[in-house]
């Protein structure tokens, strides 16, 4: 199997973490599982929870709030496919991480340095990723700075990883529609 990279797409509770479980099966049997969540809350504990709970016991975890390419430059060689769940929270862990500079435009840079970084790894692995994000600029704008520079930053992001991806889906009300194959694109003139 040549790797390839998919982006999956969609609100909240959408059904994009489930349409990428179902899609990894689909591939391959045994999976390596991404997971950039950090557990603070009850809350966040539940959702944690529920993501462990629907994986097959042969599938791996390996936690990666930080330095995810790492994760995926080290993933066994036994599978061919990679579960990246999630982007968005991975953005938020690099936003919010200590080591990140708390200039705004060095945040940038530092953020879009290391998308670059796991891009690159993905590409590297010749593996079929799926990167699981979440579209966060469809609602309303955040009252602050902080929630507006990531919501921006996050969409960045998403475009940056969709232009690299050789697929992309947008999940809405659990239904998956490909929309990278249908999308228009204009070129610039020069």
Known sequence: MNGKIVLITGGSRSGKSVFAEQYAMNLDKKVVYIATAQVYDQEMETRVALHRTRRPANWLTIEAPYDADLAVEQAPNE??????????????????????????????????????????????SQKTILFVTNEV??????????????????GIVNQKVAASSDEVYLVVSGLAVEIKKIAVTIQKEV
């Open 79 to 124: 599978t061919n496919v990679i579960l990246f769940d999630c982007l968005t929270l991975y953005t938020s862990n690099l936003l919010l991480s200590p080591n990140t500079p708390t200039e705004p435009e060095k945040q940038y840079q530092y953020i879009m340095k290391q998308i670059d970084k796991l891009l690159a790894s993905a590409r590297a």
């Open 137 to 154: 600029g469809m609602g309303i704008v955040p009252e602050n700075a902080l929630a507006r520079r990531y919501r921006d930053i996050a």
